[in-house]
């Protein structure tokens, strides 16, 4: 991470701290929904199929920005799905970083070949060891790795929400993450049950057992990009919520924190890491100020 960039977030937290401001720092904007899988825990794919326009999400960045947020998600659906005539979405990162953007992550499920060393970070879903991640999304674990080796950058990043099905690979993902090229770090959401996916959350002895498991490959050396300190208050589900810090974009409409806010009693059963994390970051919380510090300048 850039020293700039550095100063301007650590201004950002202080104001918001001790002010106690809600303006917003990191956004999210939802190219499509499409998407070639159809995942066992995911509520939210090719629900319309659309690609929205280039100038569409060129009008999103700019309220984004106006608005003070300076890092940046493209999320789907497939993320690599997302093209405009000839833009593609090496075209939107690059515009995002012209705008002024400070970190330009994306998110994709990993099917496609992963060249964008323009990205900060690629947030690529691996949901287990090959048998349980197949389980979830297909027969889909061989080529994502192949894909992964191949990379045209290390700005790699694997992403794993646990559930019922992979709660006990999480070992697995660590040392994946750990030993292959390219894949900077790991991190870890616990699945927010939607209405059609219930049966697949964990209970809370279930997410205190994989907290432990987190925090002993962290331990042992894995590479996590989450802050052991904010485990408790995911297991008891008691950090505050939403998170107006964060907000998303989607065919033009503003939604704070995510776009699950709006199922009712779903934001009381978040899974989302980065929400207890920034909740707890801008509620002042100091042991989530320092790992926050450390883990942030380690892999950015």
């Not at 970070?121 to 080529?143: F, K, M, P, Q, V």
């Not at 019922?164 to 292959?180: L, P």
């Not at 050396?221 to 950090?239: C, H, T």
């Amino acid at each position: 991470m850039k020293f700039s960039s550095f100063l301007h977030f650590a201004r950002f937290g202080v104001r918001t701290i001790l002010l106690g401001r809600k303006d917003p720092i990191l956004g999210t904007i939802i190219l499509t929904d499409k998407c070639n899988l159809h995942c066992r825990h995911c509520s939210v794919n090719n629900l319309t199929a659309v690609i929205h326009p280039y100038p569409q999400i060129l009008d999103e960045m700019r309220q984004l920005y106006q608005m003070g947020v300076r890092i940046l998600f493209f999320c789907g659906g497939e993320t690599f799905l997302w093209q405009d005539g000839q833009k593609t979405l090496r075209d939107l990162v690059a515009q995002a970083r012209e705008m002024g953007f400070l970190i330009v992550n994306v998110v994709t499920n990993g099917t496609y070949p992963l060249d964008l060393p323009q990205a900060d970070l690629i947030l690529l879903s691996l949901d287990g060891d090959r048998e349980r991640h197949n389980a979830i999304r297909g027969d889909t674990y061989d080529a994502i790795l192949n894909n992964i080796q191949n990379a045209s950058s290390d700005n790699i990043c694997l992403y794993m929400a646990v559930n019922q099905i992979n709660k006990d690979a999480i070992r697995a993902v660590c040392t994946t993450a750990r030993d292959t090229k390219n894949v900077r770090a790991v991190s870890f959401n616990f699945h927010t049950p939607y209405p059609d996916t219930r049966e697949l959350a964990l209970s809370r002895e279930e997410k205190a057992a994989c907290c432990r498991t987190i925090a002993q490959m962290m331990k042992e050396g894995a590479p996590v990009f989450n802050l052991k300190s904010a485990f408790p208050y995911l297991i008891e589900n008691r950090f505050p919520t939403p998170c107006h810090q964060c907000v998303v974009m989607e065919n033009g409409k503003l939604s704070t924190c995510g776009r699950c806010i709006e199922v009712p009693g779903l934001c009381q059963q978040c899974g989302y890491f980065f929400v207890a994390e920034y909740t707890l970051l801008f509620r002042g919380n100091l042991r989530i100020i320092a790992e926050m510090l450390r883990t942030y300048l380690r892999y950015i």
